[in-house]
Nanobody
Framework: QVQLVESGGGLVQPGGSLRLSCEASGVSTSPNVMGWYRQAPGKQRELVATQTTGGITNYADSVKGRSTISRDGAKMVRLQINNLKPEDTAVYFC???????????WGQGTQVTVSS
């Protein structure tokens, strides 16, 4: 079964840290890009960070310098965000896209709430 399984998320206090993980199943190990997008209430979905199997990363300016994306093989991606702010509150979605095309997956989303 082709799917993305996300873990992590939850309620975090401002200034805290969070780690999200996502594992793809039912896909090959061909070159791909995995990462995270997020959508806050009433806002459009936006990029958080992505990383290719070759190690190329892309971060949103809003998280640059306080987040790290990493890959563990071709099918797993992790994201750590430090110094969380209330504006980081959103549903975070994992994505997987094969660089040669043909496969474009989205996870179901995991809620991250930053609040005291």
């Amino acid at each position: 079964q082709v799917q993305l399984v996300e873990s992590g998320g939850g309620l975090v206090q401002p200034g805290g840290s969070l780690r999200l993980s996502c594992e793809a199943s039912g896909v090959s190990t061909s070159p791909n890009v995995m990462g995270w997008y997020r959508q806050a209430p009433g806002k459009q979905r936006e990029l958080v960070a992505t990383q290719t199997t070759g190690g190329i990363t892309n971060y949103a300016d809003s998280v640059k310098g306080r987040s790290t994306i990493s890959r563990d093989g071709a099918k797993m991606v992790r994201l750590q965000i430090n110094n969380l702010k209330p504006e980081d509150t959103a549903v975070y979605f994992c994505t997987f896209r094969r660089l040669l095309g043909g496969v474009d997956l989205w996870g179901q989303g995991t809620q991250v709430t930053v609040s005291s």
